[in-house]
């Protein structure tokens, strides 16, 4: 339970998100959390769920992370649509330009996401690529996985 000081106290439960859609958390930390109205994914990386393959081409690697996102956020009872913030690492700002035009395909509906982008020297698993988001719950949304 989180609380918040002030006059009035604010209680919320965070809830752990998890979905077999997505890799597995390779740590001790969850795919997703939710709290209240929001939810906070874990960086995804490109490797496919059920088989652990990562993806040859940086194309496929981008494509896989963002479907992995994409499952995270809909375990979470959310989607594309609803986050509100991206943060992007890539191993190689070379590939920054491609990024963005796949980023676009999955990103397309106003008002887009804030978003962060850095090179960072080394990821887990050698990917090229890993991807966190902040959300908001979709209220539409069917009952999300846990």
Known sequence: MIEASGK???K???KEVSTLKAPQAIGPYSQAVVVGDFVFTSGVIPVEAKSGIIPSTVDEQIMRCLH???EVLVAAGSDQDHVVKTTCFLKDLKNFDRFNELYGKMFHNAPLPARSCVQVAELPKNVELEVE???LVN???P???V
């Open 143 to 145: 009952p999300t996985e």
């Open 12 to 14: 919320m439960e965070k």
């Open 139 to 141: 209220p539409d949304a």
């Open 133 to 135: 988001a902040i959300a």
């Open 8 to 10: 009035e106290k604010l």
């Open 68 to 70: 992995n996102l994409r």
